[in-house]
């Protein structure tokens, strides 16, 4: 990808004290970039992509990017401090899930490259890993399965989005064991996942009894929401954006675009959408706000051209604040926004 050296430059002043002046967002959810958060730690390790955020029960920030060298970055969330690193040898790292089993944590991560998924302790030793799921007769080849996150169930079982091979969704049980398979050309109409489509998303089971599984469909510019068992519910436009992830936060999502009108342009810089219960969305950081006709439709929305270069994942701490792992943004891979209450 070519980064325009104008918004390369924008992304730098991300550091800069006159965007931490900026109050990015609106109503309940505003916030400031943290100047120079992380800066030091990235400075040790070498980074190519930031690629996926997720907490352990310590409050340690891990930092997943495609760097084989050192896939997992390992930060104090407060002072951005490096704590260590280590490398899974994956050179497609994409997608990193933490799960909790029993007294332990371990993490799901996806290779579009390898063409599987690994499991792994904190520490990065090999638990598992779950290869393309040949018995399901719908890959060539390994080649074809490009797996770009995990989402999981309470009860141990999850899914993997085949989001950079063929569409389909793969339903395993916590053995790892196939269970069922949905999306890309199978079933009619909306149960349909496009290419380019299932990239990230979430288990959604805020209702217990409804749990629902939400489908950032990036490059289709929408949210799509499916039955635990892969029956398609309902779908939430999101004209001018690329939904690249859904991170379940209390009553709110949060969203990561990647660029506005992508792919139509790949050097459009993105921008974070929060949404409420009803899928509506309530904030834009790093974009103006929302606006929805008096019909419900929601209007384009732009980057603010100044704020992100291309957001990839999010990660919501304990006091609300945020941090963004973007993609092919060498000026900024990591960053942190502080809330403003």
């Known amino acids: 990808m070519i980064i325009r050296p104008a918004l390369f430059l924008l992304t730098c002043l991300c550091s800069s004290l006159s965007l931490a002046d900026d109050v990015l967002g609106q109503g309940d959810f505003r916030y400031r970039v943290v100047p120079g958060w992380g800066r030091g730690a990235l400075a040790q390790v070498s980074v190519k992509n930031g690629h996926a955020l997720a907490f352990d029960a310590q409050g340690r920030l891990l930092f997943l990017t495609d760097d084989p060298k050192n896939n997992v970055v390992i930060l104090d ?45 904190l520490e990065g030793q090999e638990l598992a890993v779950y290869p393309w799921p040949e018995q399901a007769r719908l ?104 939904p690249r992830d859904v991170v379940i936060w209390g009553e709110n999502a949060v969203v990561p675009h990647l660029g506005d009108q992508w792919p139509k342009d790949r050097n459009s810089p993105g921008f974070i959408s929060i949404v409420d219960r009803d899928w509506r969305v309530v904030s834009n950081i790093g974009a103006p706000p929302a606006f929805y006709k008096e019909d419900g439709a929601l209007q384009p929305m732009e980057s603010d051209k100044k704020t992100f270069i291309h957001p990839h994942a999010v990660a919501v701490d304990a006091a609300g604040n945020l941090y963004v792992a973007q993609f092919s943004s060498p000026a900024a891979p990591l960053l942190k926004l502080e809330r403003v209450k």
């Open 77 to 121: 969330a407060d002072t951005g401090a490096l704590i260590k690193h280590w490398t899974a040898r994956m050179p497609g790292a994409h997608g990193m899930s933490l799960v909790t089993e029993g007294s332990r944590e371990v993490l799901f991560i996806t290779d579009t490259q390898l063409h599987e998924v690994r499991k792994l302790t």
């Open 139 to 242: 890959h060539a080849s390994a080649k074809e399965y490009r797996p770009s996150k995990t989402v999981h169930f309470a009860h141990g079982d999850f899914c993997v989005f085949d989001g950079y091979g063929k569409d389909y969704i793969f339903h395993h049980k916590p053995d790892g064991s196939l269970l069922r398979w949905w999306g890309g050309n199978l079933g009619e109409g909306e149960n349909q996942l496009k290419h380019w489509g299932p990239h990230g998303g979430a288990v959604d089971a805020r209702d217990p009894t409804n749990a629902r599984i939400i489908i950032a469909m990036s490059d289709q510019q929408e949210l799509k929401r499916f039955t635990v068992e892969g029956t398609f519910v309902d779908k939430i436009p999101m004209p001018g954006g690329n």
